[in-house]
Nanobody, 127 residues
Framework: EVQLVESGGNLVQAGGSLRLSCAAS????????IGWFRQAPGKEREGVSC????????YYADSVKGRFTISSDNVKNTVYLQMNNLKPEDTAVYYC????????????????????WGQGTTVTVSS
């Protein structure tokens, strides 16, 4: 059974940094991709970033490119999302999701279809 557990969300001032973690279990090898999406109150779900565990190929939405960095520790089966220069519009509940079955990058947005997601971790950026 696949399980994804996020952590690291917090309250931070604009311009600050946070690192989110997603501990994954239930996968038999590293031939899968894990992604992060976020959802702010009253807004649609937004794909943020994803990474292919086997080769580290990473993808980002334009809204976070240059500020967020996704990485993985294949020994720990953990994916990290380093978020720098946070903005109030980054405020949302962040979820990790896997395995990603379909990935689309279109007009600066990242969309992916996946089967499992965690309980989410809340990021609040104050102005």
């Amino acid at each position: 059974e696949v399980q994804l557990v996020e952590s690291g969300g917090n309250l931070v001032q604009a311009g600050g940094s946070l690192r989110l973690s997603c501990a994954a279990s239930g996968f038999t090898d590293d031939r899968y991709a894990i992604g992060w999406f976020r959802q702010a109150p009253g807004k649609e779900r937004e794909g943020v970033s994803c990474i292919v565990m086997s080769d580290g190929m990473a993808y980002y939405a334009d809204s976070v490119k240059g500020r967020f960095t996704i990485s993985s520790d294949n020994v720990k089966n953990t994916v990290y999302l380093q978020m720098n220069n946070l903005k109030p519009e980054d405020t949302a509940v962040y979820y990790c999701t896997a395995p990603i079955r379909e990935l689309k990058y279109q007009s600066g947005t990242l969309r992916f279809a996946s089967d499992y997601w965690g309980q989410g971790t809340t990021v609040t950026v104050s102005s």
